[in-house]
């Protein structure tokens, strides 16, 4: 983990109101790996005075950039929104755990809602590539929206499924009504991103499909300084505990977090 400075080399529009933002990697810092984020300071100055939490959506080493998809929604975002290429970006990373590999035999199942997309697509490709190398099943990717305009421009890995439920793009329904029509000769193995009511659908779908000892959860929480000292960000545990999504994740055991109680 660095702060640094850093500059822009690209911002795209993807979707409705989303972006995603390329920046320079410092050669001298280890590469992220998908589901792994950063903090960037949104705006001039001290305001706004809290940091913005991103996941990684990609990471080119050939090119030597990383880049994150946000969603237009603040002050903050707006600024990001605003950049240009040569802008400067204050940045805070890589930080958090990653995701772990998919267990033999199974196929990689990832889902991603809204703002999910990008540390999905991320590890969508980087599964795609230990793929190739025989180091895991093909993986699936699918993504949930509620309409066509929210749903993304962007390259995505073979064999990837948008779902609307307004139907107007791609599969006519929920991401999780799409995997329930899903069948395939391997059991699946879950990865999910997304609002808290589609993760609670994924942990009750993992733990009705036979052989599904567990899933990987990257979570999304408000934070305020991404680094576990603040104790801001903390989501509840089944057991009765309670986590931190910047220190201890943010990506958990899905089966392990109280996605009920997240709701309330």
Not at 19 to 44: D, E, H, K, M, N
Not at 47 to 70: C, E, H, M, N, Q
Not at 156 to 161: M, Q, R
Request: hydrophobic share 40%; net charge neutral; charged share 15%.
């Amino acid at each position: 983990m660095k702060r640094f400075d850093s500059t822009v080399t690209e911002l795209q529009p993807v979707a409705s109101d989303y972006f995603r933002i390329t920046f320079q990697w410092p050669v001298t810092l280890p590469l992220p790996q998908p589901g792994c984020f950063l903090t960037v300071s949104a705006g001039s100055g001290f305001d706004p005075a809290l940091r913005r939490p991103f996941a990684f959506s990609d990471v080119d080493p050939a090119r030597g950039t990383a880049a994150f998809i946000f969603q237009r929604r603040g002050r903050g975002t707006a600024w990001l929104a605003e950049r240009r290429p040569g802008d400067s970006l204050d940045v805070l990373g890589p930080l958090g755990a990653g995701f772990r590999a998919p267990p033999s035999g199974a196929r990689p199942v990832l889902v991603a809602g809204g703002i999910g997309l990008g540390p999905m697509l991320f590890l969508a490709r980087q599964l795609h590539q230990t793929a190739a190398a025989g180091r895991n099943e093909v993986p699936i990717l699918v993504l949930g929206y509620r309409s066509a305009s929210q749903a993304p421009s962007v390259d995505l890995p073979p064999g990837s499924v948008i779902c609307t439920d307004d139907g107007m793009r791609g599969f006519h329904g929920s991401a999780v009504a799409y995997l329930d029509q899903l069948a395939d000769a391997l059991p699946p193995y879950y990865y999910a991103c997304g609002p808290v009511a589609m993760m609670a659908a994924i942990d009750r779908l993992a733990a009705a499909r036979a052989g599904q000892a567990d899933w990987q959860a990257a979570t999304e929480q408000w934070m305020a300084c991404g680094v576990g000292a603040c104790q801001g960000c903390v989501i509840p545990f089944k057991d009765g505990g309670f986590k931190r999504c910047c220190a201890d994740g943010p990506v958990f055991n899905g089966r392990m977090v109280d996605w009920v109680g997240l709701q309330e």
